[in-house]
């Protein structure tokens, strides 16, 4: 069967790190969507690592991790990504799967992005840059380039007709540029992905799923409000980042999916634009930013910050099907003597709703809070729930109820070792 674990707020949930955790129960670990705009922080044995692309199954020597045909992989990141893992003497040619339906992304996409954001001045996405949103819309619009297509001897001309309608967007956009390095360093990484195993993916996947006992981890990037579909648009990526983009993502079966874990910060963070009905632009903000130290694995951007909104929880659980909840980041709260929780919004016309209106970005949206005491203590140390502070229990309780969802695992620190299996009170 397939579990799948995604990431229920606005990205940066924690993924890579419960992932990791998970890995050693799964034959396979697959990303299924988005690409270098994810940056999975996982930590172990004193070293943290920050994975973009590669599946964070990647430091478990019995998992199989394989890149699926739904993301759009950047070579030249990806060369980068592996030599930074030399150091760990992993196997790849038994451990690393790449589908052959990859789409690339090209040194032109990362340009168009940018052309793109600069265009749109104060209305930007905030997009990490890194061609996420182009090399999609080539993907749809059945002008991509997919990784299978780099070993046929036509690449060089299909690449060369693509670049050349970059060119004349760019213009169009009068962005200036300089290709000539990046490209170069394109065909270099190129070369060097061919050394992958390159294969059907979707063939694997299903064969692995087809020995008794085989489970597979679906690894999401970014998180359910950032869905192309069903985030706030148009501050969102290019790809379904929610559970129907396993299927599509993998090529696996919708009968096959089993749990679905769904992974969220016990306050709630923001990287990019758009609507953020809790944030806190205030000392409060700032205190949560540099106790979590919420700053862009990726970009190094400062996180927006803010307090756990239960209106969007709700509305990702129920498009994800959540069977299982993981709260992380519980330690950040360490320090507030009161946490609030947002529970509804009220709408301009005084109605209070716990629904998400259609248009989150135009629509004020004053969050309703109930408060909760604290803890105001370390958590480290702290090695079963049982032993928690008597107000995180009450916290945990808390939110479990409401969002009616199984909380099972709280994590207390970015240590692999820092996650605590928790009894569910439903
Ligand atoms: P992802 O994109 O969902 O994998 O999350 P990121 O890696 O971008 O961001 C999560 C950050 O929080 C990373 O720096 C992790 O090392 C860190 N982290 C994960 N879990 C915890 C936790 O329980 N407590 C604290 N303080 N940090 C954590
Ligand atoms: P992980 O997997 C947080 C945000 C960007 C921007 C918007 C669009 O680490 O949780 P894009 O580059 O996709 O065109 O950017 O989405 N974003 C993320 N925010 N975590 C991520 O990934 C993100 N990937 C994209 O900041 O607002
Ligand atoms: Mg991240």
Not at 347 to 355: A, N, R, S, V, W
Request: charged fraction near 25%.
């Amino acid at each position: 069967m397939v579990d799948i674990l995604l990431g229920l707020q606005w990205g940066d949930e924690g993924k890579g790190k419960i992932v990791d955790v998970l890995a050693p129960e799964y034959k396979v670990v697959a990303r299924f969507q988005g690409g270098p705009n994810a940056g999975h922080t996982l930590e172990f044995e004193g070293k943290k690592h920050v994975l973009h692309q590669i599946p964070s199954g990647i430091f478990r020597p019995d998992s199989i991790n394989i890149i699926g045909n739904g993301v759009v992989l950047d070579p030249i990141i990806f060369k980068k990504e592996i030599e930074a893992l030399a150091p760990y003497q992993i196997n790849f040619s038994k451990t690393l799967f790449i589908s052959k339906k990859t789409a690339i992304i090209i040194p032109s996409h990362r340009l168009l992005d940018a052309a793109s954001e600069k265009a749109k001045a104060e209305a930007k996405i905030g997009s990490t840059l890194k061609g996420i949103g182009p090399a999609y819309a080539d993907k749809v619009s059945r002008q991509g380039l997919r990784l299978g297509d780099a070993l046929s001897p036509s690449f060089k001309d299909k690449y060369n007709k693509l670049v050349e309608s970059h060119k004349r967007m760019l213009d169009f956009y009068r962005f200036e540029y300089d290709l000539a390095e990046a490209e170069q360093e394109f065909f270099r990484a190129l070369e060097f992905i061919k050394g992958f195993n390159l294969i059907e993916s979707e063939y694997l996947i299903n064969k692995k799923l087809a020995e008794p006992g085989t489970r597979v981890l679906a690894e999401g990037a970014q998180g359910s409000l950032l869905d192309i579909d069903f985030g706030s648009y148009p501050f969102v990526t290019s790809s379904n980042t929610t559970a129907a983009g396993v299927c599509s993502g993998l090529g696996v079966s919708p009968s096959k999916i089993n749990d679905v874990y769904g992974i969220f910060k016990a306050y709630c963070t923001r990287v990019g634009s758009g609507p953020f009905p809790t944030e806190l632009l205030d000392e409060t903000g700032e205190r949560m930013r540099q106790e979590g130290r919420e700053f862009g694995s990726t970009t190094g951007r400062p996180r927006r910050c803010g307090w756990i909104d239960l209106p969007t929880l709700k509305y990702s659980i129920m498009l994800n099907g959540v069977t299982q909840l993981v709260m992380m980041k519980v330690d950040v709260l360490n320090i507030f003597d009161e946490i609030s929780v947002c529970t509804h919004y009220e709408l301009p016309d005084g109605t209070i709703t716990d629904e998400l209106p259609y248009d989150m970005t135009d629509t004020p949206l004053k969050p309703v809070y109930v408060t909760l005491p604290g803890w105001k203590q370390s958590l480290e140390g702290i090695t079963s729930f049982e032993d928690m502070p008597d107000a995180l229990k009450a916290y945990t309780a808390y939110l479990e109820r409401e969002l009616n969802t199984p909380i099972t695992f709280v994590s207390t620190g970015p240590d692999r070792n820092a996650t605590l299996a928790r009894k569910s009170g439903l």
